[in-house]
């Protein structure tokens, strides 16, 4: 998958650093630019052309809320996700009418901050990948089919842990062609030995399913596919 670009227009620095580490530790995104106002965000989305913004509504020069028909209008493939402390439910339904992905509150938990790029991820693994457009991929794009939540209390096993089983998970969906350790853990961004893990675990619980494939003679190839 290519790496996303994502770009932060937060008029806060300290904000803006905070988002800026919660984003790195995943390992399909780049930090591409963060911005302080207004004309600061629409020149980095001209200069970076990032994958995701996202978006503060405070800022000193103009609401971020007010932003949105002017990114519409000039970046309509940028996707958008809104973080603010704003509660008034204009800035909400404004959000709703422009198509933001998600909109959160401040002060922003980092479960729930890592729950939302996640889920971005997926839909942009979905997008950008060559998978035939059926009712599985529809439901999967819109989130009829999301992600189990899957936190403490659940009876994960130790050295099983919610987001990077979630990646192992939408690796599967969007390469129903089937994949081994190796490239799995080339997707997510992990060893083999730790995408073999994931995969042995979730072949454990009949989330998906292992064969053993013959390519180069003696070197059999153990490869996973979704259920």
């Given at each position: 998958m290519n790496r996303i670009k994502v770009a932060i227009a937060e008029d806060d620095f300290r904000v803006a650093d905070i988002h800026e580490k919660f984003l790195t530790k995943f390992n399909e995104i780049d930090v591409v630019g963060k911005s302080l106002n207004g004309d600061q965000t629409l020149q980095i989305l001209?200069?970076?052309?990032?994958?995701?913004?996202?978006?503060?509504?405070?800022?000193?020069?103009?609401?971020?809320?007010?932003?949105?028909p002017i990114i519409r209008e000039r970046f309509p493939r940028v996707s958008i996700i809104m973080i603010t402390a704003a509660t008034?439910?204009?800035?909400?339904?404004?959000?709703?009418s422009y198509g933001v992905e998600n909109y959160l509150i401040k002060p922003v938990n980092k479960e729930r901050f890592d729950?939302?790029?996640?889920?971005?991820?997926?839909?942009?693994?979905?997008?950008?990948?060559?998978?035939?457009?059926?009712?599985?991929?529809?439901?999967l794009l819109f989130g009829n089919k999301k992600i189990e939540k899957v936190g403490?209390?659940?009876?994960?096993?130790?050295?099983?842990?919610?987001?990077?089983?979630?990646?192992?998970?939408?690796?599967?969906?969007?390469?129903?062609?089937?994949?081994?350790?190796?490239?799995?853990?080339?997707?997510?961004?992990a060893?083999?030995?730790?995408?073999?893990?994931?995969?042995?675990?979730?072949?454990?619980?009949?989330?998906?399913?292992a064969e053993v494939v013959?390519?180069?003679?003696?070197?059999?190839?153990?490869?996973?596919y979704p259920v």
């Open positions: 001209m200069e970076k052309t990032p994958d995701l913004l996202i978006l503060d509504v405070y800022m000193p020069d103009m609401l971020g809320s007010d932003l949105l008034d439910k204009v800035f909400l339904e404004k959000a709703l729950e939302v790029i996640l889920e971005y991820i997926k839909k942009h693994s979905l997008l950008t990948s060559r998978q035939d457009v059926d009712q599985n991929y529809v439901d403490r209390g659940t009876g994960l096993p130790k050295g099983i842990d919610e987001i990077t089983l979630g990646k192992v998970k939408n690796a599967l969906q969007i390469n129903n062609q089937g994949l081994s350790a190796e490239e799995v853990g080339k997707e997510i961004g060893s083999r030995i730790t995408a073999r893990r994931y995969l042995e675990y979730l072949s454990s619980i009949k989330e998906a399913k013959y390519g180069i003679v003696g070197r059999p190839e153990r490869k996973y």
